[in-house]
């Protein structure tokens, strides 16, 4: 993804879980909660393709990045 792309796409806060595997986000799009693989050792955060229903609006998808502060799941 070059970097006039990544302007255009939202940063998204990503909740690593306990067990390091999924990353829990709270959609821009659509408000709801989505999950994410989070690669074998928790840290592969970036570009990720929209989980919501209304797919084809939200093509560009997010980019998931380390929460520092986040909501209660």
Known sequence: MNELNERFI???AAKLSKDKRTFTILCPYCGEIHTHGAGVDG???GHRVAHCVNFCEHIAGYC???AT???KV
């Open 43 to 45: 840290n592969l955060y």
């Open 69 to 71: 502060k986040f909501f």
């Open 10 to 12: 939202p940063k998204v």
């Open 64 to 66: 998931l990045v380390k």
